[in-house]
Structure formats: structure tokens, C-alpha cells
């Protein structure tokens, strides 16, 4: 095999262990990635990978296909395997409820993690952009405060972000829950290492002396490079967006994201615990379609953006 394919895939070490073996007779033989069958034991490990992801969800379903009393009954173990009419029954009480819009609450959530998750994507890649590619006094320093910031529980942070909603009047404003996540460090040291090794200087340089400005240079170049990493991010946060519950119970009073649907279908003394754990299978579903969807797209794109030319 080529040693400068072999450097150009796994790296000098791997080229110089292949040129040893070539050197002493014993080259590595030839062979192309989509020829290799995974083994049995990948495809077990892949399935129990598989079950224990899915089967929170599956167990949801069932809980919410049974009645309390079928639940109170089976002690250690789900109350049935299948899923029933009364789990259909569970949904149109949830969708009915006079306490609540479910597709309001659908509405919000969607709103903010769409804005939040593009947001981010955005401000990510450009600070990316500038941490990784440009050079200015205290690059450096203020890249590791940005970083610092990972350290800090979120909710240390609770009582004077509170404040400044509260200031800013955004007290039940969905403003309150897409403001504050506009950008995060996550985001910017994620791309700030993707972009280092994703993105040539040449190519920038290239741009330069075509005349283009350093923010044309940024969306014609940084950004079309950065989308397989902006793809992944964008669904990290879309997701945790989605499923955020602390910051939403704290500043939310009227309006509803479909995390907080969940705890409305508790009664005052009484719990349906068939009708909370259908209402958890509503909350989580749209996430599994949007997985569906985007799964294939994401894996191509990942895999593309880890070619090297």
C-alpha cells in the first residue's frame, strides 16, 4: 500500500510502521474500507448499544399504554410488552387538557431551539473562525476565559440572570430563554478545533488577495468548511435546548415549552401516572423524528469533513 495514502489517513507513525514492514518483505496489503464486513461482535455491541438507548422511550410507551392500577401491579418490571389503545386514549387527554395548549407549548419549544441552534452555530463559527485563523493581542487569554466558563455550574448563574430578566422585563417572555443561549463555550471551543485543522491558510490567503473583506472571507470560506462540525452542533443544541427544563420552570409562568407539559398532567392529589408518562413520550418523540431525519445527513457530512485532501 501507498505509505503517502496511509500518512495522509492514519497519520506519520502508522506511514512509518507500514515502511518498516515493506522494508523487511512484509508489506501491508491493499485493500478498499467498504470490502470490510463488521465482525459479530460489533453487531452485538451495536444492538445492546441500540436497546439500552431506546428502551427508556419504549418503556414511556408502555407505562402510558397502562392504567395506574396496571402499573401499582407490576413492581420491577413494565406492565405490559405491547402497546394498547389507552395509550392513544392518554394522548388525545393530553392534546384535549383545558390546563394547557400542547401545540403551544410545541410552538415555543420549536421557536426557541430553532433560533437558539442557529444562533449558536453562527456565533460559534465566527469566534471559531477568528481563535483559530487570526492572530490579535490576548488571542490566547481570552480563549481560555472562554473556556474557563465551562467550569461554572449553570445554575450559580440562576439568581443574577434572574435578575436581569426581570430588569429587562422578560419574566415569561420567551426572550428569557433564547437570549441568554445565543451563544455558548461549548460551541466556540468545538469549532475553534475544527477549524484549526479543517481549514488551510492558503485558503484564506487565497482570499485575501482576491480583495475579499475578512467577513467575506468568513462566509465564503470558514463557514462552508465548518459544515459538518456546524451540523453536529446544531443538533447538540437543538437538543438540549429542547429538553431544557430548570431555566424554562424558573422564569416561565403562562407560556409553556413541552418539557414543562409534563409536570401540568400531575393533579393536585392524585397522579395518572399512565396519562405523565404518555405526555413524556410526546416530549421526547419529535427529538426521535428529528434524528431520523437529520441522523443520515449529519453522518455524511461528519464523515466528509474527516476526509483529508
Do not use: C
Not at 8 to 35: E, F, V
Not at 93 to 119: D, K, M, P, R
Not at 263 to 285: E, K, N
Amino acid at each position: 500500500m501507498n505509505t503517502a495514502l496511509i500518512e495522509n489517513t492514519a497519520g506519520r507513525g502508522a506511514a512509518r510502521y507500514a515502511a518498516k514492514r515493506a522494508a523487511r518483505g512484509r508489506p501491508i496489503a491493499s485493500h478498499h474500507p467498504a470490502s470490510r464486513r463488521p465482525r459479530l461482535a460489533t453487531y452485538l455491541i451495536l444492538t445492546a448499544v441500540f436497546v439500552l438507548t431506546v428502551f427508556p422511550l419504549y418503556a414511556a410507551a408502555m407505562y402510558g399504554s397502562s392504567t395506574t392500577t396496571e402499573i401499582t401491579r407490576a413492581v420491577g418490571t413494565l406492565p405490559r410488552w405491547l402497546p394498547t389503545v389507552t395509550l392513544w386514549q392518554n394522548f388525545g387527554e393530553v392534546f384535549a387538557s383545558e390546563q394547557f395548549s400542547i401545540w403551544l407549548a410545541f410552538g415555543n419549544s420549536l421557536l426557541v431551539a430553532v433560533t437558539v441552534s442557529a444562533s449558536v452555530v453562527f456565533f460559534s463559527t465566527l469566534a471559531g473562525f477568528s481563535f483559530a485563523k487570526l492572530r490579535f493581542p490576548g488571542r490566547q487569554a481570552l480563549f481560555v476565559a472562554v473556556l474557563a466558563t465551562l467550569i461554572i455550574p449553570a445554575q450559580v448563574g440562576t439568581i443574577p440572570l434572574f435578575v436581569m430578566m426581570n430588569q429587562f422585563g422578560w419574566i415569561d417572555s420567551l426572550l428569557a430563554l433564547i437570549v441568554p443561549g445565543l451563544v455558548g463555550a461549548f460551541g466556540v471551543f468545538w469549532m475553534t478545533q475544527y477549524l484549526r485543522e479543517a481549514l488551510p491558510y492558503e485558503l484564506i490567503e487565497a482570499a485575501r488577495v482576491d480583495g475579499a473583506s475578512m467577513l467575506r472571507t468568513f462566509w465564503s470560506i470558514a463557514l462552508p468548511a465548518a459544515r459538518p462540525a456546524a451540523a453536529t452542533l446544531a443538533l447538540f443544541t437543538f437538543i438540549g435546548s429542547w429538553n431544557s427544563f430548570f431555566w424554562p420552570s424558573v422564569v416561565m409562568r403562562s407560556q409553556l415549552t413541552m418539557p414543562l407539559v409534563v409536570p401540568q398532567l400531575r393533579g393536585a392529589f392524585t397522579s395518572d401516572t399512565g396519562l405523565v408518562m404518555a405526555g413524556v413520550f410526546l416530549v421526547a418523540a419529535p427529538l426521535l423524528i428529528v434524528l431520523v431525519i437529520a441522523g443520515k445527513q449529519l453522518v455524511a457530512g461528519v464523515m466528509a469533513g474527516a476526509v483529508k485532501g
